[in-house]
């Protein structure tokens, strides 16, 4: 079979130690393209894989035609970038959050529909080693009912790792629209839903932002979510988390708790009512500081080949930034909120 043509818009960190480094590893992927507003970006990676560059999208997609295209741009654009790709008959794989609105995200669904193009949403979280093996273990039956949990996500901020530091488009608010809830809590609003098997039924939360001088959007968030099934629990999203990073979930259970994450070395512990301890060494969950294959772009790819559902679809998307966009409104209203009301 021919090689996947990608072309990747938006040249910035994700980009650059996930989406390109991992097309340029998978056999199935040929880099055709590249495309940033400041074209120089663009260029040194159509140098290093004999690509295009451009500083248009439009353009790009006019001229190329590609396969298929990573949207990995300011949260404000991935819909209109997305949508323009779909009915190019271009393949997508959009960074999270997929978009800012629900009615974005519908339409990005039935864009890629109309044209028979897989669609899928870069939640990294669900391919994470750690998960993976959590949600074998619930599986099993073994820990029995989810009664509570608890799940963070927080680092020091984009100013850290976003190639424009503090001058970031993560700060500004016509750009992103939402912080860290857009850009970690998102992850746990999928990833508590995925490992569940669950929906968000319902959803309270203070979002706002603490420290994070000159920011227009939230620097923090925490959350209290009901599961339909009848769990409980907490969601935690931070750029303030200056002493290292945290993404840890913990699950307590009828017969047990399960811990992901919290160790250094044993990334899945689960102690049992019993006594029984299990430690699982089963390779670390991906940070800023040291990056490992997410995942997404391998199980991209095996979709648009084999003609599959994306691991992560439009619709499991759309669920998840439902959750975070409900938490706003729970914000702004000071009321819980019902997530499919």
């Known amino acids: 079979m021919s090689k996947v043509r990608i072309a990747v818009i938006g040249c910035g960190s994700i980009s650059k130690h ?14 055709v393209a590249f495309v940033d507003p400041v074209i120089e970006r663009a260029q040194q990676f159509a140098d290093k894989y004999g690509a ?3 500083s248009d999208y439009e353009t790009m997609l006019a001229e190329v035609k590609p396969d298929a295209v990573s949207v990995c741009t300011p949260n404000a654009l991935h819909a209109p970038m997305s949508i323009a790709a779909a009915k190019a ?3 997508v794989l959009v960074e999270k959050p997929m978009a800012v ?21 870069g939640h990294n979280q669900r391919f994470m080693p750690p998960h993976v093996k959590a949600k074998q273990i619930l599986e099993s039956g073994v820990l029995g009912k989810v009664l509570t949990f608890r799940t963070s996500f927080g680092h020091p901020g984009p100013d850290g790792w976003s190639v424009d530091g503090a001058n970031s488009w993560f700060f500004r608010k ?8 857009g850009d970690l809590g998102v992850h746990k609003s999928d990833l508590i839903r ?6 968000v039924a319902e959803i309270g939360a203070f979002v706002g932002t603490l420290h994070k001088e000159g920011t ?3 620097d923090n968030a925490s959350c209290i979510l009901r599961m339909q099934g009848g769990a409980i629990g907490t969601l935690v999203a931070s750029w303030t988390y200056y002493r290292g990073e945290d993404n840890s979930t913990i699950l307590w259970c009828e017969n047990g708790v399960m811990k992901i994450g919290t160790h250094p070395d044993d990334q899945v512990i689960v102690e049992l009512r019993n006594g029984t301890v299990e430690k699982h060494k089963v390779g670390a969950i991906s940070t800023n500081d040291k990056q490992e294959s997410s995942g997404v772009v391998d199980a991209f790819l095996e979709s648009i080949v084999n003609g599959t559902t994306p691991a992560v679809s439009g619709e499991e998307g759309r669920a998840s930034l439902k959750v975070i966009l409900c938490a706003f409104e729970s914000q702004e209203t000071g009321k819980f909120i019902s997530v499919n009301g």
Do not use: F, S
């Open 174 to 181: 016509d750009e992103a629209l939402m912080g860290a809830m």
């Open 101 to 121: 609105t629900d009615a974005e995200a519908e339409a990005m669904i039935q864009a890629a529909k109309d044209k028979g193009v897989q669609l899928m949403v």
């Open 89 to 91: 008959g271009a393949h």
């Open 18 to 31: 996930r989406h390109i480094p991992e097309y340029a590893a998978n056999p199935n992927a040929e880099l």
């Open 216 to 218: 227009q959007v939230d």
């Open 194 to 199: 995925w490992m569940l098997n669950d929906e």
């Open 52 to 54: 295009k560059a451009y």
